[in-house]
């Protein structure tokens, strides 16, 4: 599927409310599944200072964990 200009515009505007969002947001909570953490996602949104506390699934790595609370993220791990 081919992806227009104006895709690609608005997909940038999303990312800019996104930013503004968290800007003026007193505390930001990302959740996220722990397959997609690892993966370079492009146009990333928000980088780790900007994020106080990341929920996911219980398959994200030790490694990764402690990756990410060096960041000074809290992290929270959703067992199931």
Same mark, same amino acid.
């Given at each position: 599927?081919?992806?227009?200009?104006?895709?690609?515009?608005?997909?940038?505007?999303?990312?800019?409310?996104?930013?503004?969002?968290?800007?003026? $947001?007193?505390?930001?909570?990302?959740?996220?599944?722990?397959?997609?953490? $690892?993966?370079?996602?492009?146009?990333?949104?928000?980088?780790?200072?900007?994020?106080?506390?990341?929920?996911?699934?219980?398959?994200?790595?030790?490694?990764?964990?402690?990756?990410?609370?060096?960041?000074?993220?809290?992290?929270?791990? $959703?067992?199931?």
């Amino acid at each position: 599927e081919s992806r227009g200009l104006g895709d690609v515009y608005k997909r940038q505007e999303l990312i800019g409310l996104s930013r503004v969002m968290a800007e003026v $947001a007193r505390e930001v909570i990302v959740m996220v599944e722990s397959d997609k953490i $690892a993966k370079k996602i492009p146009n990333l949104e928000l980088g780790w200072p900007q994020i106080h506390t990341l929920i996911t699934d219980d398959g994200l790595s030790q490694e990764m964990q402690s990756a990410i609370t060096a960041q000074g993220v809290n992290l929270v791990i $959703a067992y199931g």
